[in-house]
């Protein structure tokens, strides 16, 4: 509707979702019910996880409807502040007096941001409108957990499903489980802070030396390097787990109540020492580590979700919540699990909740209807690939590239899939900028860094000359969505790269005895399969298949290389180095593309040769631009 909208309209059409203040902050525009634009703010303010006010990315989400922010029917926050501050006061009071050192480093930010924060997101949501914040559409807010249920539910396939929601933790909740049937989403039970799956994954990866909130993956990475020799202290000492999936923390290993860090003395000791420092040389104890809080998350999850069918009846599973990016257990739940079919929100951390907030407003609030995707099919969704954020038509991306002094040419469709392939034939390592970017924390073919599987140098090339991480990290392969189950023990799509299957039987490599010996890390450089850079060590992948119709482009490409190599497979990570957040317009992937050894870029139709430009002098030290994540 928009400007278009006269006086005739009565009923909600234009919803925006908000998350912010926590991490990864978000907006998603909601119109008549459909996601139309959607977006994380670390894509426009170049900040990994940036949990400010989301600025950018509402104007992006309104400029992509062409509306005024006062245009919009409502707007909705995706947690309830008062309920966070409600379980930190709480938790503070509990374990008191030994909480004052977090307390008294919390309660300023609180008291003065997050507290009023209903008057600082008006006074916000006014300066970016230029108006009076008495003028604003309303404001609405939902609970945590909810706006998580919801982004898996609403936009599943399915008209009934059985949901679960696992995270670090938001107000109170950090489990909890639904049933979704139509446009009604009925919550069930919830597990409450401090008892969190979440917090207890994030105090193994703290432990390990990475990032809390973005070294998760890392840690999941490094698992099959591991061996899982910590899962029965863990069950013994730290986690109390029920048959039915349920479980407490042992609060004494842990500091995240009452402390500044995760975990403490009493953790070091059962775990043989103090935290690994940061950057400091990985040992087999943490690969162990990591094996082992895999092998328990795949646990508590695989009990959740049966415990979750014996109550339910339902044969569909939506997840969300961080947990969810697990896609490991993602797999096992598949393959293991009770339920037909599952689906995962690809923005299956906070960022998705502003998502999942519109949703509610409009499905609960409003009361409207919930419409499925056309043919029934159990995996028509209504995320649109995830193709939600910005796209630019060819005169705009010729002048960024202009603006850049940049070198290109302009292939045909037909002439750029072929050159692209023959180029991905030979090793060459490209930058792939297609369509609109990705919502969520994964590139999917929209701002992707692409290359050949087969090629033995590609893995340690890719993470070593070309995203500057660490060298035990595998990539992920993107497959023609109709040939997913000729490489992988799969036969279902996985459009957002959110389950990892085995690489089939027959495309392994047996190992050697003397290799069978090595352990951790020396295993990395060994070939493991007739696809060597996306094969992790335990010989999984994390499938992304690629469909015609929610990405013509990426799966011509994939057609075209097939065609060439008889291989439907093709390397895929995000365009980005590390600590950057994934490239969002033209301009920033021609800085990516210069600054690392990336052979060609391709945007839209547009052909660039590293060779063919300019010596790269704008910024030597950019390394340190990014922050390491
Ligand atoms: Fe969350």
């Not at 600082?120 to 404001?139: M, S």
């Not at 999941?220 to 591991?226: F, R, V």
């Not at 990336?598 to 010596?615: C, G, H, S, T, W």
Request: aromatic share 10%; charged share 25%; hydrophobic share 40%.
């Amino acid at each position: 509707m928009g400007r278009n909208r006269g006086a005739v309209a009565t009923k909600a059409s234009n919803i925006l979702g908000i998350s912010a203040y926590y991490h990864d902050s978000a907006a998603a525009l909601l119109k008549d019910g459909e996601l139309v634009a959607a977006a994380q703010e670390e894509r426009f303010s170049r900040k990994k996880h940036d949990a400010r006010f989301p600025g950018d990315a509402i104007r992006y989400c309104l400029a992509a409807e062409d509306l005024d922010l006062n245009e919009l029917d409502r707007i909705v926050f995706y947690d309830k502040p008062l309920l966070r501050f409600e379980r930190l006061l709480e938790t503070y009071l509990s374990y008191a007096p030994r909480g004052f050192r977090s307390f008294v480093a919390a309660m300023p930010v609180w008291l003065k941001e997050k507290l009023y924060l209903k008057t600082v997101l008006k006074n916000e949501l006014a300066e970016l409108a230029g108006c009076d914040p008495k003028k604003l559409p309303p404001l609405l807010f939902t609970e945590h957990h909810q706006s998580h249920a919801a982004s898996a539910f609403y936009f599943s396939p399915f008209e009934r499903a059985a949901v679960l929601c696992l995270d670090g933790v938001g107000e109170w909740a950090t489990t909890s489980t639904w049933l979704g049937n139509g446009s009604s989403l009925e919550p069930l039970w919830e597990i409450d802070f401090p008892h969190s799956l979440g917090l207890l994954y994030s105090a193994c990866t703290y432990f390990a030396g990475f990032k809390v909130n973005s070294g998760e993956y890392k840690l999941m990475g490094l698992a099959p390097y591991g061996e899982p020799r910590y899962v029965d202290l863990i069950l013994d000492r730290l986690l109390d787990l029920k048959g039915d999936g349920t479980f407490r923390l042992d609060m004494r290993y842990f500091n995240y109540c009452t402390g500044l860090t995760m975990t403490n003395a009493r953790f070091d000791e059962l775990f043989d020492g103090p935290p690994r420092k940061p950057e400091s040389d990985l040992t087999q104890r943490e690969m162990d580590i990591a094996a082992s809080i895999q092998v328990v998350t795949e646990e508590v999850v695989l009990r959740l979700a049966n415990t979750l069918h014996e109550e339910t009846g339902e044969t569909n599973l939506c997840l969300a919540g961080g947990v969810a990016l697990n896609c490991v257990a993602n797999g096992r739940v598949l393959r293991e699990g009770p339920y037909e079919n599952i689906w995962i929100q690809p923005a299956a951390g906070d960022a998705g909740g502003a998502a999942g907030a519109a949703a509610v407003v409009w499905h609960n609030y409003d009361e409207q209807p919930r419409r499925l995707n056309g043919d029934g099919s159990p995996f028509a969704d209504r995320m649109q690939g995830s193709y939600l954020g910005p796209g630019y038509s060819h005169e705009e991306i010729r002048a960024e590239l202009d603006a850049v002094g940049a070198k290109y040419s302009v292939l045909d469709d037909d002439a750029l899939m072929t050159r692209t392939a023959q180029l991905l034939a030979e090793e060459n390592v490209i930058g792939w900028f297609q369509g609109r970017m990705e919502f969520g924390p994964r590139a999917l073919g929209g701002r992707s860094i692409i290359g050949d599987p087969r090629s033995a140098k590609m893995q340690s090339l890719m993470n070593l000359k070309i995203k500057y991480r660490e060298s035990f990290r595998p990539f992920a392969p993107s497959v023609l969505g109709e040939r997913v189950n000729d490489y992988f023990e799969q036969d279902t799509p996985s459009p957002y790269m959110l389950i990892v299957a085995p690489v089939r039987e027959e495309l392994r490599v047996a190992l050697t005895d003397k290799q069978q010996q090595r352990f951790g890390i020396d295993r990395l450089n060994l070939k493991r399969s007739e696809l060597p850079a996306i094969t992790h060590v335990d010989y999984s992948a994390r499938v992304q298949t690629v469909h015609e119709d929610t990405n013509p482009r990426y799966h011509a490409l994939l057609r075209a290389f097939e065609q060439l190599t008889g291989c439907g497979v093709l390397v895929n990570t995000s365009f980005n180095v590390r600590g950057e957040p994934i490239v969002c317009t033209p301009t920033d992937a021609w800085r990516c593309f210069m600054r690392t050894e990336m052979d060609y870029l391709i945007v839209e139709n547009f052909f660039l040769e590293k060779n063919l430009q300019r010596a790269w002098e704008d910024d030597t030290d950019w390394q340190n631009e990014f922050e390491l994540d």
